[in-house]
């Protein structure tokens, strides 16, 4: 039997980091649970929140749950994932620079040349040039899991455009109006600067030619995209253009934003749409959601577009495996998060391992997210190993397996009271001319007992997120 | 040699468009097998964009128009000096990964036939010099030169079972035979000198690359079963036609494109 860490009670003491909860927790008569939770949800409606986080499609109009019992992480605790997370938000984007310039690391003998330039993120296109200060993600989602109380495993990498931040924000919102003395009580850090933190990250990274404050953008595909909320809560919250591509057109080598007052300049466009809609005359012909000509602009140093095309394949899950050697060899230092342990199913010693312990191995895509097309083997029926047995070996390419993690859980509103539920976390890592973190992340929970995905197409909620003040 | 090139690229539009972009890859490489004496690119009546050298070494120039537009001319004239370096692509500065150009694109893919042609081909041989020029060998031998068989969209397995075909057609087929062996292969596009008897020629071309360790990328043109030479202007590259197309441009509004083309070459009098 798999015992799993509680970061709220540890042999039935309460952890310090929760110690103020436990009054609030105890004192909740289960008709004001059930009357605030309800209250929630309806802030949640009236806000309009109603997306899924990055990648997982599903009913765009569908609430994702809120569970109101916060997760906690002590002030040292958060320091140690800080470090952390800026370690490798650095390393991923050394590793960038690299690949689109001399390769040193695959000339090293480090990475396959292979898993690189034969990737599909990997764009020739950009190869040899250089973004303003070199950054290519500007904002580096880092999905971790804990199993303990100093052990924690970066699950994956997304270095593209990383979603659900505005839960992040809106979560934090809505508990500080539904439950105001908790923050008397509790010193938290706030999160609210994030908005301020991203503008100022894409401002730095406006291009040489930029001689002003930078006219910023955010470019959407449009409202039937699942996380348009979201952009457009960002471009709100920044006082920047929500656009979508017909509402852009290059001229002259730059890029203009049609406006009531005429043609202004956009010097910074933070895109949420994938390198592939980009511009149909460098990408695919046929995208209607892009500005033909952008990539000509952006490589000849007209425009920045965060993240930068080609960021993709910093975060691809058979390249996951070699970011901590990127912590090594780029920064000469030691990861100070870790990996989880990895198989690559292309490798056919380490896919013969695979196949022969299926039922406690968590299997999942190379280029899949957001839970879908992945085997969790400890929760599947016999039928269900076997018939993923048979994907896995017609394309072993496409597969890589990782131990089934232990993954913590903490205190969740569930319909019979207080019961433990499995966690994840993503903070969200801003890399500009500083590379900035605000305290916390999003949190996903599984509010289904005793599932570990955590994924809101299946059946996954969200939690605030708070990191105590010293 | 002396080429004197002249190339007009008329698109017409029968309602009148809002406005349009250019993506332009219209310059001749810089390497020691050609040198350009001029060179001008003009699309009439647009605006020069932003210009830049990828990391093909390509040099790539954006032009936009302002509507309401009928046509889009795009001029290109100019003299180069070209050296016979028997296909070599010497001192060509670039830095994309040769490995980079094994991708599979749609136009490349190699099917069972072009799988088989290119085992059989190099069977026995070592060297991928080699094996570059038999894979060339055994292409040309497939696919007979003929133009209106095949349309701009043929694939390279489309075009091996046809049998028939033009320069496009060999130049994919080379590049999916190669890659399939394990040899990094890209699409060129320029032009090509053919009169010897001083008249001007229809002579956009293209042909494929092969990556050869030591030696570096060296051409090879299935169609004219032979390596470029001082025949041939080298503009750019990419991982086939589509890829490396020396015009890439978008307009804008409801009207039909018709396209027409003239490439002229001539040998300049020494």
């Known amino acids: 039997m798999t015992t799993y860490f509680n970061e709220m009670f540890e042999n039935d003491q309460v952890r310090a980091p929760y110690a103020r909860l436990e009054d609030w927790m105890r004192a909740m008569p289960a008709e004001l649970r059930q009357m605030k939770q309800a209250e929630a949800e309806a802030l949640f409606r009236r806000i309009g929140i109603t997306f899924a986080v990055y990648g997982e499609g599903g009913d765009p109009d569908r609430l994702i749950p809120f569970d109101m019992f916060p997760r906690v992480f002590a002030q040292n605790e958060w320091r140690r994932l800080e470090r952390g997370i800026k370690q490798r938000a650095r390393a991923l984007n050394a590793f960038l620079t690299d690949v689109y310039g001399r390769g040193e690391i695959v000339r090293a003998g480090k990475i396959p040349a292979k898993l690189v330039y034969q990737n599909e993120a990997y764009e020739r296109a950009v190869v040899g040039f250089q973004p303003p200060r070199g950054i290519y993600s500007h904002i580096v989602g880092i999905d971790l899991v804990r199993t303990g109380p100093d052990q924690f495993y970066v699950l994956e990498d997304n270095c593209r455009t990383p979603s659900g931040v505005s839960y992040m924000l809106e979560n934090r919102e809505i508990m500080m109006r539904m439950f105001p003395q908790l923050f008397r009580e509790n010193r938290i850090e706030p999160v609210d600067g994030y908005a301020e933190l991203l503008r100022r990250t894409l401002a730095s990274v406006a291009p040489a030619k930029c001689d002003r404050d930078p006219t910023i953008a955010i470019l959407t595909p449009g409202h039937f995209n699942s996380a348009y909320y979201e952009h457009s809560f960002l471009a709100d919250l920044m006082g920047v253009e929500l656009v979508e591509g017909a509402d852009l057109f290059v001229e002259g080598g730059f890029v203009w934003m049609r406006t009531t007052r005429g043609p202004q300049k956009v010097d910074v466009i933070y895109r949420r749409i994938d390198d592939s809609f980009l511009d149909p005359l460098c990408f695919r012909p046929d995208s209607m959601l892009g500005v033909p000509g952008l990539m000509d602009v952006y490589r000849s140093g007209g425009v920045t577009i965060a993240s930068a095309p080609g960021a993709g394949v910093a975060d691809d899950k058979a390249i996951y495996t070699f970011v901590p050697e990127m912590v090594r060899f780029y920064l000469g230092e030691e990861p100070i998060l870790e990996n989880v342990p990895t198989w690559q199913c292309a490798k056919p010693d380490e896919l013969k391992y695979v196949l022969e312990h299926l039922p406690e191995l968590v299997v999942k895509e190379v280029h899949g997210s957001g839970g879908y097309g992945m085997l969790v083997g400890p929760k599947s029926t016999k039928a269900q190993i076997e018939a993923f047995r048979a994907k896995i070996e017609d394309d072993p390419d496409n597969y890589i397996a990782q131990p089934t993690l232990a993954l913590s859980t903490t205190p969740t509103f569930v319909e019979e009271g207080i019961a433990p539920r499995h966690v994840d976390l993503r903070p969200y890592c801003l890399v500009g001319e500083q590379i900035e973190l605000v305290p916390g992340g999003l949190t996903r929970v599984a509010l289904t007992e005793g599932s570990l995905v955590v994924n809101s197409s299946q059946g996954g909620g969200v939690k605030d997120t708070w990191v105590l003040a010293e | ?270």
């Not at chain 2, 302002?66 to 180069?80: A, D, K, N, S």
């Not at chain 2, 190669?178 to 596009?189: D, E, F, I, T």
């Not at chain 2, 030591?214 to 025949?231: H, I, T």
């Open chain 2, 1 to 270: 040699m002396i080429l004197d090139v002249s190339h007009v690229t008329v698109y017409r539009y029968d309602a009148s468009m809002r406005s349009a972009v250019q993506s332009l890859r219209l310059f001749p490489s810089r390497f020691d097998g050609q040198r350009v004496i001029r060179w001008s690119v003009e699309v009439v009546g647009g605006m020069r964009g932003g210009s830049f050298r990828d990391g093909a070494g390509d040099k790539i120039e954006s032009w936009s128009l302002r509507g309401p537009l009928q046509e889009v001319v795009i001029r290109v004239e100019g003299q180069v000096e070209t050296v016979d370096l028997a296909g070599v692509l010497r001192g060509h500065r670039e830095l994309a990964p040769p490995e980079a150009y094994l991708r599979e694109t749609l136009a490349t893919d190699a099917d069972a036939a072009i799988r088989t042609l290119a085992e059989d081909a190099i069977e026995g041989i070592s060297g991928d010099l080699e094996k570059a020029h038999a894979l060339a060998g055994a292409v040309a031998e497939a696919i007979a030169y003929r133009p209106g068989v095949t349309h701009a969209h043929t694939t390279a397995a489309e075009a091996l079972k046809l049998g028939e075909g033009v320069c496009q057609d060999h130049a994919h087929a080379l590049i999916a035979a190669a890659r399939h062996v394990g040899l990094p292969a890209r699409y060129v596009s320029g032009y090509l000198f053919a009169g010897a008897d001083g008249e001007p020629h229809e002579a956009a071309h293209a042909w494929a690359e092969v990556f050869v360790a030591g030696l570096g990328w060296v051409g090879f043109d299935p169609a004219n079963g032979c390596c470029p030479d001082d025949r041939y202007i080298r503009l750019g590259s990419g991982l086939d036609a589509r890829d490396a197309a020396p015009i890439r441009g978008l307009a804008r509004g409801e009207g039909e494109e018709s396209l027409d083309v003239t490439v002229a070459l001539a040998a300049a009098q020494q």
